[in-house]
C-alpha cells in the first residue's frame, strides 16, 4: 500500500506468447530487441533502464474488461527512456501530484546493471501494491538492487479499480469476468520469459515479488492454473492473502456498482459501461473490508483463480517453489494513521467494537477479550495490534508453515523489525507510534523518494536485505556473504528478525503475535 502513501518457465501465449524469437542482441547497450520492436533506453553509470515498454495492447474500446491482448509491433526503434502512463485510479491526496493516468497503461520498466546485456542474470519481476486501486511500477527505483545485487528486476503496471477487477456477469461468459488486472500481471510474466533475454535476463530464473496488494497478487499466482510455469521463486510482502472476495459477493458489488453510473439493464449493461469514460471509472468497485479500509482485487470461484490461495496453500497444492516470505512488526498502524491524516477520523472507546466487528465479524467478541482496550494506550494502538496479529502476522506465518511442508523450494520467513523505520511526513505528526508499519521495508529495497533520509545503522540495514533478496533471486536461498546466517523454516521454525541493530533468528514470533489464539478461530 505504499502508493496510498506515495499518491519463469512455459510456453508464451497470450499478450506477449507466441511471437518470434527477438533478434540478436546489438552491440550498443543502450538498445535492446524484443518480439515487438526495438527499444533505446538509458545507460547509467551504474545500471540501465528501459522504462514505458508496452507488454499487452492498449485494453480500451472493446477491449476494456477483457482479457490482455498482444501488443502491435511497431517499426523503427520505440523510445524506452521515459516511464508510461499510470493505470487508471482516484486522484484525490494523489502525492505522485496528478502524474499521467491513462487507461492505455500496461506497460513495464526493465532495470539491469550497467554490463548486463551479455550476460544470462536472475530476474526479479516485483507486483506494486496500492489496495489494487492504486500505484504504479514507475515507484519502484531498482538501481541499487540491480547494481548491487547483480540481478535485473522488471517493475509493471496492470489495471487497478473497477477497471481491472470489476466483476459484473455481463462482461463475460459465466465465471470468466474479473481478474482482468490479474490476468495483466500473467501477461507481463509471460513478455518476460519471451523477451527477458536481450537485456540480460535468463528467463529461465524468474522470481515473482511484491508486498501488500503485490503479495497478495503473489500468493494468487501460487495457486492460478495460467501463472504455471512463469516463475521458480516467490517472494511475499505483507501479503493479506485472505482477503479474496468470492464471485457471488464480487458480482453482487459489482451490479451495484453499475446501476450507480444508470447501467442496470443486464440486457445492456456490458454495452453501457464501456461506452462510459474512462475519467468516470476511476472511482473502486469495493469487496472486501479490513476495519474501516476497503480492497478491490481478485476474485475467487472464477476461471483465473479457480480457489481461494489460503485453502491451497494450507491443502500442500501450490506451486512447490522456493518462498520468502514475511511481515512488518507494526502493520495496521499506517492504515490508522492514514485514516487519522486523511480522513480525519478521531477513534474513541466506543468506536473499538465496530472496528473489530467491521474486521473480524462473529470472532470480534473473542477478539476483544484477548485485546482489552484497558491493555492500550489508545484506540489506534489496540486496533492496530489486533489487525497486525489477526490479519498479516499470524496469516503469514500459517501460510509460511503450510508452503514449508510442501516437497517443493524451502521457505524463508522474516519480520522487519525497526520500529524507528522513517515514515512519511504526514505519519510523523500520529499522536500515537507508527513504528515499523506496513509499507516501511520498501524503501530499505528501493529508493521510493520521500521521508527522511536513512540513517548509517538503518542504510547497513537496507544493504543487508538487498543481499539477502538478491541473493534469494539468484539462487532460492537469501544466504548472503557476509551477512547473518538466515535458516529455512524446516531448520528450527525460527524467523529473520531484520533490525538496524543486527538481524538476527527469533523464535518467538508466534507468540509475540497471539498466534496459537488467531488459530484456534480458525
Same mark, same amino acid.
Given at each position: 500500500?505504499?502508493?496510498?502513501?506515495?499518491?519463469?518457465?512455459?510456453?508464451?501465449?497470450?499478450?506477449?506468447?507466441?511471437?518470434?524469437?527477438?533478434?540478436?542482441?546489438?552491440?550498443?547497450?543502450?538498445?535492446?530487441?524484443?518480439?515487438?520492436?526495438?527499444? *533505446?533506453?538509458? @545507460? $547509467?553509470?551504474?545500471?540501465?533502464?528501459?522504462?514505458? +515498454?508496452? !507488454?499487452?495492447?492498449?485494453?480500451? &474500446?472493446? =477491449?476494456?474488461?477483457?482479457?490482455?491482448?498482444?501488443?502491435?509491433?511497431?517499426?523503427?526503434?520505440?523510445?524506452?527512456?521515459?516511464?508510461?502512463?499510470?493505470?487508471?485510479?482516484?486522484?484525490?491526496?494523489?502525492?505522485?501530484?496528478?502524474?499521467?493516468?491513462?487507461?492505455?497503461?500496461?506497460?513495464?520498466?526493465?532495470?539491469?546493471?550497467?554490463?548486463?546485456?551479455?550476460?544470462?542474470?536472475?530476474?526479479?519481476?516485483?507486483?506494486?501494491?496500492?489496495?489494487?486501486?492504486?500505484?504504479?511500477?514507475?515507484?519502484?527505483?531498482? *538501481?541499487?538492487? @540491480? $547494481?548491487?545485487?547483480?540481478?535485473?528486476?522488471?517493475? +509493471?503496471? !496492470?489495471?487497478?479499480?473497477?477497471? &481491472?477487477? =470489476?466483476?459484473?456477469?455481463?462482461?463475460?461468459?459465466?465465471?470468466?469476468?474479473?481478474?482482468?488486472?490479474?490476468?495483466?500481471?500473467?501477461?507481463?510474466?509471460?513478455?518476460?520469459?519471451?523477451?527477458?533475454?536481450?537485456?540480460?535476463?535468463?528467463?529461465?530464473?524468474?522470481?515473482?515479488?511484491?508486498?501488500?496488494?503485490?503479495?497478495?497478487?503473489?500468493?494468487?499466482?501460487?495457486?492460478?492454473?495460467?501463472?504455471?510455469?512463469?516463475?521458480?521463486?516467490?517472494?511475499?510482502?505483507?501479503?493479506?492473502?485472505?482477503?479474496?472476495? *468470492?464471485?457471488? @459477493? $464480487?458480482?453482487?458489488?459489482?451490479?451495484?456498482?453499475?446501476?450507480?453510473?444508470?447501467?442496470?439493464?443486464?440486457?445492456?449493461?456490458?454495452?453501457?459501461?464501456?461506452?462510459?469514460?474512462?475519467?468516470?471509472?476511476?472511482?473502486?468497485?469495493?469487496?472486501?473490508?479490513?476495519?474501516?479500509?476497503?480492497?478491490?482485487?481478485?476474485?475467487?470461484?472464477?476461471?483465473?483463480?479457480?480457489?481461494?490461495?489460503?485453502?491451497?496453500?494450507?491443502?500442500?497444492?501450490?506451486?512447490?517453489?522456493?518462498?520468502?516470505?514475511?511481515?512488518?512488526?507494526?502493520?495496521?498502524?499506517?492504515?490508522?494513521?492514514?485514516?487519522?491524516?486523511?480522513?480525519?477520523?478521531?477513534?474513541?472507546?466506543?468506536?473499538?467494537?465496530?472496528?473489530?466487528?467491521?474486521?473480524?465479524?462473529?470472532?470480534?467478541?473473542?477478539?476483544?477479550?484477548?485485546?482489552?482496550?484497558?491493555?492500550?494506550?489508545?484506540?489506534?494502538?489496540?486496533?492496530?495490534?489486533?489487525?497486525?496479529?489477526?490479519?498479516?502476522?499470524?496469516?503469514?506465518?500459517?501460510?509460511?508453515?503450510?508452503?514449508?511442508?510442501?516437497?517443493?523450494?524451502?521457505?524463508?520467513?522474516?519480520?522487519?523489525?525497526?520500529?524507528?523505520?522513517?515514515?512519511?511526513?504526514?505519519?510523523?505528526?500520529?499522536?500515537?507510534?507508527?513504528?515499523?508499519?506496513?509499507?516501511?521495508?520498501?524503501?530499505?529495497?528501493?529508493?521510493?523518494?520521500?521521508?527522511?533520509?536513512?540513517?548509517?545503522?538503518?542504510?547497513?540495514?537496507?544493504?543487508?536485505?538487498?543481499?539477502?533478496?538478491?541473493?534469494?533471486?539468484?539462487?532460492?536461498?537469501?544466504?548472503?556473504?557476509?551477512?547473518?546466517?538466515?535458516?529455512?523454516?524446516?531448520?528450527?521454525?525460527?524467523?529473520?528478525?531484520?533490525?538496524?541493530?543486527?538481524?538476527?533468528?527469533?523464535?518467538?514470533?508466534?507468540?509475540?503475535?497471539?498466534?496459537?489464539?488467531?488459530?484456534?478461530?480458525?
Amino acid at each position: 500500500m505504499l502508493a496510498t502513501l506515495l499518491i519463469a518457465l512455459g510456453c508464451g501465449h497470450g499478450a506477449g506468447g507466441d511471437r518470434a524469437a527477438p533478434a540478436a542482441k546489438p552491440a550498443d547497450p543502450a538498445v535492446a530487441p524484443t518480439a515487438a520492436g526495438t527499444l *533505446r533506453g538509458v @545507460v $547509467a553509470d551504474d545500471h540501465r533502464l528501459f522504462a514505458g +515498454i508496452p !507488454y499487452a495492447a492498449p485494453p480500451v &474500446g472493446p =477491449l476494456r474488461w477483457h482479457a490482455p491482448e498482444p501488443v502491435a509491433p511497431w517499426p523503427g526503434v520505440r523510445d524506452a527512456t521515459r516511464y508510461g502512463p499510470r493505470c487508471m485510479q482516484e486522484l484525490g491526496g494523489d502525492l505522485e501530484l496528478g502524474r499521467q493516468t491513462d487507461e492505455d497503461c500496461l506497460n513495464l520498466n526493465v532495470w539491469t546493471p550497467r554490463s548486463a546485456s551479455d550476460r544470462k542474470l536472475p530476474v526479479m519481476v516485483w507486483i506494486h501494491g496500492g489496495a489494487f486501486v492504486n500505484g504504479s511500477g514507475r515507484i519502484y527505483d531498482a *538501481r541499487r538492487m @540491480v $547494481a548491487r545485487g547483480d540481478i535485473v528486476v522488471v517493475t +509493471i503496471n !496492470y489495471r487497478l479499480g473497477a477497471l &481491472g477487477f =470489476l466483476a459484473h456477469p455481463s462482461l463475460g461468459p459465466p465465471g470468466q469476468v474479473g481478474n482482468y488486472g490479474l490476468e495483466d500481471q500473467q501477461a507481463a510474466l509471460r513478455w518476460v520469459h519471451d523477451n527477458i533475454a536481450a537485456f540480460g535476463g535468463d528467463p529461465g530464473k524468474v522470481t515473482i515479488a511484491g508486498e501488500s496488494a503485490g503479495g497478495m497478487s503473489v500468493c494468487d499466482h501460487l495457486v492460478a492454473p495460467g501463472s504455471k510455469g512463469l516463475f521458480r521463486a516467490a517472494i511475499i510482502q505483507s501479503g493479506p492473502c485472505q482477503a479474496q472476495a *468470492r464471485l457471488p @459477493v $464480487a458480482q453482487a458489488r459489482s451490479i451495484d456498482y453499475a446501476a450507480g453510473f444508470g447501467c442496470a439493464d443486464p440486457a445492456t449493461a456490458a454495452r453501457c459501461l464501456r461506452a462510459l469514460p474512462a475519467d468516470k471509472l476511476r472511482k473502486p468497485v469495493w469487496f472486501y473490508g479490513i476495519g474501516d479500509d476497503q480492497l478491490t482485487g481478485p476474485v475467487t470461484g472464477s476461471q483465473t483463480l479457480p480457489t481461494d490461495p489460503v485453502a491451497v496453500i494450507d491443502e500442500g497444492r501450490a506451486e512447490h517453489v522456493p518462498v520468502l516470505i514475511g511481515t512488518t512488526r507494526d502493520e495496521f498502524t499506517l492504515f490508522v494513521g492514514m485514516q487519522y491524516v486523511r480522513d480525519g477520523k478521531r477513534y474513541t472507546p466506543a468506536d473499538y467494537p465496530r472496528l473489530l466487528s467491521a474486521t473480524f465479524g462473529e470472532h470480534a467478541p473473542a477478539v476483544a477479550r484477548h485485546y482489552p482496550l484497558s491493555n492500550f494506550p489508545s484506540v489506534p494502538v489496540a486496533i492496530s495490534t489486533a489487525v497486525t496479529d489477526g490479519v498479516f502476522a499470524c496469516i503469514g506465518d500459517r501460510l509460511a508453515h503450510s508452503l514449508a511442508r510442501d516437497d517443493g523450494g524451502a521457505v524463508y520467513s522474516y519480520e522487519f523489525n525497526d520500529r524507528n523505520a522513517p515514515a512519511p511526513e504526514p505519519l510523523r505528526t500520529l499522536p500515537f507510534p507508527v513504528g515499523a508499519s506496513h509499507s516501511l521495508e520498501l524503501r530499505y529495497l528501493f529508493d521510493t523518494g520521500g521521508a527522511p533520509a536513512l540513517d548509517p545503522a538503518q542504510l547497513r540495514l537496507s544493504e543487508q536485505m538487498i543481499d539477502y533478496w538478491t541473493a534469494f533471486v539468484r539462487t532460492g536461498d537469501p544466504a548472503a556473504s557476509g551477512q547473518p546466517e538466515w535458516k529455512d523454516l524446516a531448520a528450527g521454525n525460527a524467523v529473520m528478525s531484520l533490525q538496524p541493530d543486527g538481524s538476527r533468528m527469533v523464535g518467538d514470533f508466534a507468540q509475540e503475535h497471539q498466534c496459537g489464539f488467531w488459530a484456534g478461530l480458525r
